[in-house]
């Protein structure tokens, strides 16, 4: 037995080593020995690193280790160009390191850099030997100081026969197209000189880097001149119907003249072209990639079970204060029952596909599982978790009234997010109408906590007034890393006062629900108390009654040490108060109030902050709580607080409102009147034949 088992492992290592040499071009080039507590760091210092952390004793590592030297030998040439390696630890023998770098499982792969540790391996992907070699190849050409120089394009010239059969044929590979304001740009690694296009050699170095990244999605990238070179060309006309008309040879405003990018879908027969949404301000190569990686994913819609949606939304942001993709991604849903779903329902889902290259980190999905199920224990969750005091109690009927919905229908999943965001559909009508679900959609597609810069500002503010009319900024500190680390504890207990208001709110609604209800109930009782014609009672109970979705808040955190001026500038400081870390504000975007004390009068903090936002929203909920509110500082503020002062001093404030609207029409004209007078005056002889003023009798002869 022992010998059968030393003559298998003696085969396995021949075996081993006979792939290695013979996918190394290098004869010479030997398997490096694993990363020790000794050379460990040293070896990190410069440049990339992929390090898989294992134990000879782990099946998927043993599994793993013809892959991962494979991968080593394949790829070394390509990887001292870009500047990134691959390594190994051996956990048994280097176990003191593996605990310094908190290795919890076994085979675990992480990219590292001078600075340490930067990412995990992605979750979920396959092990295979081009994974690694995308993944390797997608983290050199990610950082942020690479030199492009060392990298060659790997974009195709396309011609307008080659264009003309992308588009006709359907095809079998994805295609990522720029289009450009030339006619003979053929090399994207040349010096090339364009006419009246200001933005075009920019974007020939993110092109550069686009293909690069490309390739490694499996998507093959080609550029195309829009202007025709010969008189046969077709290239203008191509992209004219394309409404690339600014890059054709009809010359237009120079602002107009940038590159375009489109993606051609694979397997499609129509609407494969699908453009990229963003103007010349957003075409940097990240914004590309994620436009074209998503509506590729978005195109095939592939099938995903609760189990993976559980663990999607259970698991815990990486960095509340840095999000990286797999933070901010967003699952869609398309929830259905295989016995009752019908050609039609699946097909609908292509139109989606361009629409949601405008809402960012959202990837479409299928599942036929019993997604209600799962919604119903995330709601549970997010009253045992995140409950305010005096807590609020658990009801199944509330959560009822929120998930009313029928198959097939649609659910909205962000990373740790527990409230369950249901489309409420009851009609196939409304499941297949374009406009009803990318409304829904777009009202819930901001994350849950979002950082407020001078840059975010107005897109933030400006998102769905009417729907989330108030804001909650919550100032932090990311001035050195001992105040970041306090900083993202208060985040992430803004995240979780997010949770708590969501219950309160959720308890509100309902509560204003039932009582719509009993309403119409009572009247509906009493006209048939009346004897009225049937007709008024069926009008009557079939009445709708509105869901409220409004008075839903944006949880923002400001950093303080960024632009300690930055609330003073928003005409959020009128009490020329001294902001400190913790210290939390509510903007009332509608009616230009802000809040920064709660009803007993003291500054607000987290746990105070649900149920001040509350009683901000819902003043009829808790009529005996007066909130101090402060008017926003602007140039009218002064006008504002005196109308203020009237109107909770007395009913005249309603007369006053149109005669102060009255008087502010009439000025103006009141000033023109007295200026002409003026002018007609000095004009007249007032003062007689030698300067003397009249007297009144001779006024009055004259």
Known sequence: MRFLLFFIQSWWWLLVFVTATETSSNPSL????????????????????????????????????????????????????????????????????????????????????????????????????????????QEALDADNLDLTKLRSKS????????????????????????????????????????????????????????????????TTIHFNCANNTKNSKNDLICRELSYDSLTNERSSREDRYPRVALILPHFKSGSFVKFPYGKLQSDSYSIMDFAVRTLHNSKVPEIDRFEIQNFVEQPMKDILSPDIEDDKMILVFNYDHKTVVPEDTEFLEQLIEPLTYLPNVYLYKCPSDLMALSHNFYKKLYEKFNVDPA???????????????????????????????????????????????????????????????RSYRPLIGFEPEIYDKAVIQVINRSSNKFEKGSRKLVEGLRDAAHS?????????????????DDKNKAVD??????VPSRRVVEAMRKEIDHIYDHKALFLYLDINSDPF???????????????????LIFDKKNGFYYEKDAKGEYLTLKTLPRTLAAINFPQRYPELQIERVRVVTPFAVLYNLADTFREATGLYYLLVPVMLFTLYKLPKVIQYHKLKKRY??????????????????????
Request: aromatic share 14%; charged share 25%.
């Open 30 to 137: 030997k398997f490096p020995e694993p990363l020790t507590e000794e050379n460990f760091k040293s070896t990190i210092s410069e440049n990339l690193h992929i390090v898989e952390f294992f134990s000879p004793y782990c099946p998927h590592c043993k599994s793993l280790a013809p892959i991962w030297e494979a991968t080593y030998f394949d790829f070394y040439e390509e990887s001292q160009k870009l500047n990134i390696s691959f390594h190994q630890v051996n956990c048994v023998e280097s176990g003191d390191l593996c605990e310094q770098e908190k290795i919890m499982f076994y085979p675990n792969i992480r990219l590292y850099g001078p600075d340490g540790y930067i990412k995990d391996y992605p979750g979920g992907s396959v092990h295979a030997k081009e994974d690694l070699i995308n993944f390797a190849r």
């Open 156 to 219: 195709k010239f396309a011609t307008d026969a080659d264009l003309l059969k992308l588009l006709s044929d359907p095809q079998t590979e994805p295609y990522l197209v720029s289009f450009w304001p030339s006619t003979d740009f053929e090399d994207v690694d040349s010096s090339y000189s364009f006419k009246d296009c200001e933005k075009c050699s920019q974007f020939q170095r993110i092109w550069k880097l686009v293909s690069n990244k490309a390739d490694s999605e499996g998507i």
């Open 392 to 454: 609020v109690e658990f009801s199944e009927n509330r959560f009822i009234a929120s998930s009313i919905t029928q198959l097939p229908t649609f659910y909205l999943f962000k990373k740790s997010t527990f409230t369950p965001i249901i489309f409420p559909g009851f009609s196939t009508t409304e499941t297949r109408n374009i406009k009803t679900i990318l409304d829904w959609l777009t009202i819930n597609s901001m994350p849950l906590v979002n950082e407020l810069t001078p």
């Open 501 to 517: 208001y969501e219950v309160v709110r959720d308890e509100i609604v309902y509560d204003s629900l039932q009582l719509a209800r």
């Open 526 to 531: 009493k006209l048939k108390s009346k004897n």
């Open 566 to 584: 930055f609330l003073d500038d928003l005409g959020l400081n009128a009490n020329r108060r001294d902001y400190k870390t913790g210290d939390i």
């Open 681 to 702: 005056a000095a004009k007249r002889d007032t003062h007689g034949i030698l300067g003397a003023k009249l007297s009144k009798e001779t006024k009055l002869i004259d």
